[in-house]
């Protein structure tokens, strides 16, 4: 896949920085993994595509390839021809590996051998969304600082402790990079444009794409607490944020009021006037939530998974499960 290109007379053609004749065209690969986050996939390759048009010349190029070499289903439903299959890709390529949510499961022995041959000739390798659960799984990324989406963040690191996964939008080094999906993949592309080609480039860029700014690298995924539940309470927000932080184990009531500087009843009435529901609740849906990504992403003991979640028998687990999610643990993980 080419991308079009503007003769260098073009009005809105700007100065960049200037780059050896044997470093362009830059080609990134993107390995399609059946259901890949279209939107972060779109997200890193519209600032490459929009960066030709204002440089007058193709200063990037991508292909797209599959395992085998077949059409790939996108998360919303939409078909992606590819060029070529996985196979095919030889030397010290760029590969970036683009998957989506719910994609976590282990990846054919062929890709990860590939992977790895990929590696060892010297190539640059990366995750976008969740596509670093595949170089993990090859057994590349431990003691690499890599991160993705927030949702499957704990599942990862429950799977690979060997690998520093945090919650920034992209990381770049020298032969890995890695972003959290979504917008995050325009954030990264923005930065690789300002050292390549020099930040008025990244900026143009940034302005086709109504970007207003390329985010640092460290901001945060999610919309803080204050924005996200639209409380300014300074205890609530503590008190929410220590929940999201320990989840295995959960603490108690009494060591959350004292963390805030409240009585355990004190934080239990701005939970119930604030919103609307108890300490308890709240803590146990967010237990929930983590005990979800860790059944359908890991293959830990369901009994575990329920103790971690502070819950003191699998059969309470599956209940409170069952009433959060319509069926029971066991059951999502067969399916």
């Not at 003769?7 to 259901?35: C, F």
């Not at 590939?114 to 390798?125: I, K, N, P, T």
């Amino acid at each position: 896949m080419t991308a079009t290109t503007l003769p260098t007379n073009w009005p809105g053609a700007i100065a960049r920085k200037p780059q050896p004749e044997a470093a362009r065209p830059s080609t990134t690969i993107y390995l399609l993994v059946d259901g890949f986050s279209m939107m972060a996939f779109v997200a890193a390759t519209e600032p490459l595509r929009i960066a030709n048009r204002i440089a007058g010349e193709t200063l990037y190029r991508w292909q797209l390839v599959s395992a085998s070499g077949a059409e790939v289903t996108a998360s919303n439903g939409m078909r992606v021809l590819v060029d070529a299959r996985l196979d095919e890709i030889t030397g010290s390529v760029r590969l970036a590996v683009c998957s989506g949510f719910l994609d976590e499961s282990s990846p054919s022995r062929a890709v990860l051998t590939r992977l790895r041959a990929l590696d060892g000739a010297g190539a640059v390798l990366g995750g976008i969304d969740t596509g670093c659960f595949a170089l993990a799984e090859a057994g590349l990324l431990d003691g690499q600082t890599v991160t993705l989406h927030w949702e499957s963040l704990p599942a990862f690191r429950e799977r690979y402790p060997l690998v520093h996964a945090v919650e920034s939008l992209y990381e770049i080094g020298s032969r890995r990079f890695s972003c959290a999906g979504g917008m995050a993949a325009t954030d990264m592309a923005l930065a690789e444009l300002a050292r390549e080609h020099g930040p008025d480039l990244a900026d143009a860029v940034a302005e086709q794409l109504i970007h207003d700014r390329a985010r640092d690298p460290a901001s945060r995924q999610r919309l803080s607490i204050v924005k996200r539940l639209g409380i300014h309470n300074a205890a609530l927000v503590r008190a929410i944020a220590l929940m999201e932080t320990h989840l295995e184990p959960p603490l108690s009531l009494a060591v959350l009021a004292q963390r805030v500087g409240r009585s355990p009843r004190q934080l239990q009435r701005l939970f119930e006037t604030e919103l609307h529901t108890t300490p308890k609740a709240w803590y146990r849906d967010l237990r929930l939530d983590h005990a979800r990504s860790l059944v359908e992403a890991t293959d830990r003991p369901l009994a575990e998974i329920a103790l971690a979640a502070g819950f003191s028998s699998a059969t309470a687990f599956s209940r409170a499960f069952r009433n959060r999610f319509g069926q029971a643990p066991s059951g999502l993980r067969r399916h």
